[in-house]
Nanobody
Framework: KLVESGGGLVQAGESLTLTCTTS????????WAWFRQAPGKGREGVAC???????YYKDFSEGRFTISRDNAKATLTLQMNSLNADDTAMYYC??????????????????WGQGTQVTVVS
């Protein structure tokens, strides 16, 4: 239901833009987020945007990454700048219904994409 694109291999310091689209969900009703999982590590939240457009970031993504949504195009975007090797991971988009608490908690029973790989080399 969710399709990510935009991953790839980049040099440290460069930028990438990830996108996520859906043709099956009522896009505007959901909170949306990006998560990532590096080899040997657990999945972690990257950025989250609620239906009213408020945004939330983790410490590592604050100031470097920007999450945005276009309800008319049913598209979620993650602009990633100043990438470094620690950003190497599979990136997943997720959709969920926000019911209070942390924005990132909205996706435990949500919808997930298949992921797009981001590799940053020095």
């Amino acid at each position: 239901k969710l399709v990510e694109s935009g991953g790839g291999l980049v040099q440290a310091g460069e930028s990438l833009t990830l996108t996520c689209t859906t043709s099956e969900l009522q896009f505007e009703d959901y909170a949306w987020a990006w998560f990532r999982q590096a080899p040997g590590k657990g999945r972690e939240g990257v950025a989250c945007i609620r239906s009213e457009f408020s945004t939330y970031y983790k410490d590592f993504s604050e100031g470097r990454f920007t999450i945005s949504r276009d309800n008319a195009k049913a598209t979620l975007t993650l602009q990633m700048n100043s990438l470094n090797a620690d950003d190497t991971a599979m990136y997943y988009c997720a959709a969920g219904l926000f019911r209070g608490g942390s924005c990132f908690s909205a996706f435990r029973k949500g919808y997930w994409g298949q992921g797009t790989q981001v590799t940053v080399v020095s």
